[in-house]
C-alpha cells in the first residue's frame, strides 16, 4: 500500500509543479523495486527464479514447465 501510495505520489505531484520527468523516472525506479521484491521472495519460497518460458508471469499465477516451483505460496505482485 505504502509504494502504490509512493507511485502514484510521483506521477501526480510534479504535475502540479512542471517536474513530471523527473516523476516518470521515480515511478520507474518505483517498478523495478516492486519486480526486484517479487523476484526476491519467489525464489526464497522455490529455491530459483521464474525461468525465461515461466516469464514474469510466475510472479502472479503458479507456473508450470521446469523448474517446478513447490514452494509457490502466493502472486508475488498484486497487479498484472
Known sequence: V??????LAA???PK???RSEDARISAAKSQ????????STYEIDNGS???TAQGLDA???????????????R???EKD
Do not use: Q
Request: charged share 10%.
Open 32 to 39: 523495478i523495486a516492486i519486480f526486484s521484491n517479487a523476484l
Open 11 to 13: 506521477v501526480v505531484l
Open 16 to 18: 502540479l509543479t512542471g
Open 49 to 51: 527464479y521464474p525461468s
Open 75 to 77: 502472486p508475488y505482485l
Open 2 to 7: 505504502m509504494v502504490i501510495i509512493a507511485v
Open 59 to 73: 510472479l502472479r499465477n503458479k507456473p508450470t514447465g521446469t523448474p517446478e516451483p513447490k514452494g509457490w505460496k
